[in-house]
Nanobody, 125 residues
Framework: VQLQASGGGSVQAGGSLRLSCAASGSTFNDITMGWFRQAPGKEREFVAARRWSGGSSRYADSVKGRFTISRDSAKKTVDLQMNNVKPEDTAVYYC???????????????????WGQGTLVTVSS
């Protein structure tokens, strides 16, 4: 599967931004899509994830209630709606995919084999 992230930019604290991850490939059966982020000088961390086929989503505590991950089957995209953003949300955001991922490991970045290029989000106070 190939992934292409877009939608990053600069936004003021309290504002909103929508990231999109376009996926292409032969099959989307049993695939989990995730968003991760990496701030300068920090490790890449989990943000949100969901199975392509549906079911519950998972969020990092730091974004719960503010970010929403969703899927558009027609466009073959997985989007991350970011509301009420904070300066600490500033990072490069990456989308990722994993096949046959056990739900309990959904937050583990090392379980994702496919990554898109990052898109930078900058939140100013």
């Amino acid at each position: 599967v190939q992934l292409q992230a877009s939608g990053g930019g600069s936004v003021q604290a309290g504002g909103s931004l929508r990231l999109s991850c376009a996926a292409s490939g032969s099959t989307f059966n049993d695939i989990t899509m995730g968003w991760f982020r990496q701030a300068p000088g920090k490790e890449r961390e989990f943000v949100a994830a969901r199975r392509w086929s549906g079911g519950s989503s998972r969020y990092a505590d730091s974004v719960k209630g503010r970010f929403t991950i969703s899927r558009d089957s027609a466009k073959k995209t997985v989007d991350l709606q970011m509301n009420n953003v904070k300066p600490e949300d500033t990072a490069v955001y990456y989308c990722a995919a994993s096949y046959r991922l056990i739900h309990g490991l959904i937050e583990d970045k090392d379980r994702y084999a496919y990554w898109g290029q990052g898109t930078l989000v900058t939140v100013s106070s």
